[in-house]
């Protein structure tokens, strides 16, 4: 079945510090891969996408490509801010049958200043 | 726009006893879905509606778990009786469907999620 691999957290970087978290899936055929955010006291939501091999997904600063050769889809920010501090959740779905998402199980990312 | 509301936030019960959560999608939004997510983990989808016809419900512990969503709008997840692995978020998600004419981009919506603990 689809799966989704995720670097364990917890990470702790300073203020303008370069991140990556790294996330690998396993899926059958081409799926559709995501970064969801979740914010302390708020809940899931969208930071970026990509749908075919070598897209590239940027939201907010961060940047994620999707490599078909190495199944990777790594989330990147070229400087962290404190306000990046959230839990970072890889995701992907299969382009046929049903429309769910299979998570990863999520990056607490916390950014001291 | 509203988003996806959901109640109550928090909830404690004991084990053996029962909880029902709500789930209000954005309007207009053929798909629903319900996830578990266990602290440390990522969420889990328990079940899928589109409109009000289940799509998926394969993770669902149905011994325990039920869940409805009446008129193909909003949605209760029961659990009766709860065990203390029970504890967790539970999340509710909606999203357009092209089955429905919507335009998909693959994005789901979710809630703030209803937090229970099982003592």
């Known amino acids: 079945g689809n799966s989704v691999t995720q670097m364990e957290g917890p990470v702790t970087l300073s203020e303008e510090a370069f991140l990556t978290i790294n996330c690998t899936y396993t899926?059958?055929?081409?799926?559709?891969l995501f970064w969801y955010v979740q914010y302390p006291g708020e809940g899931l939501q969208l930071l970026l996408k990509a749908t075919k091999a070598d897209d590239k997904g940027s939201n907010k600063g961060f940047e994620a490509t999707y490599r078909k050769e190495t199944t990777s889809f790594h989330l990147e920010k070229g400087s962290v801010q404190v306000s990046d501090s959230a839990v970072y959740f890889c995701?992907?779905?299969?382009?046929?049958?049903?429309?769910?998402?299979?998570f990863g199980t999520g990056t607490r990312l916390t950014i001291i200043p | 726009e509203a988003g996806v509301a959901q109640s109550p936030r928090y909830k404690i019960i004991e084990k053996r006893q029962s909880v029902a959560f709500w789930c209000n999608p954005i309007s207009g939004h053929a798909t629903l879905y319900w996830y578990q997510q266990i602290l440390g983990q990522g969420p889990k989808l328990l079940i899928q509606?589109?409109?009000?016809?289940?799509?998926?419900d394969s993770q669902l512990p149905k011994d325990r778990f039920s869940a409805e969503r009446l008129k193909g709008v909003d949605s209760t997840l029961k659990i009766q009786p709860a065990k203390l692995e029970d504890s967790a978020v539970y999340l509710c998600?909606?999203?357009?469907?092209?089955?429905?004419?919507?335009?998909?981009?693959?994005?789901?919506?979710f809630g703030e999620g209803s937090r229970l603990t099982v003592l």
């Open positions: 509606f589109q409109n009000n016809g289940v799509v998926d």
């Open positions: 995701a992907l779905k299969a382009n046929f049958g049903n429309e769910k998402l299979t």
């Open positions: 899926a059958t055929g081409y799926p559709s």
């Open positions: 998600a909606s999203s357009p469907s092209l089955r429905a004419g919507g335009i998909n981009t693959g994005e789901l919506f």
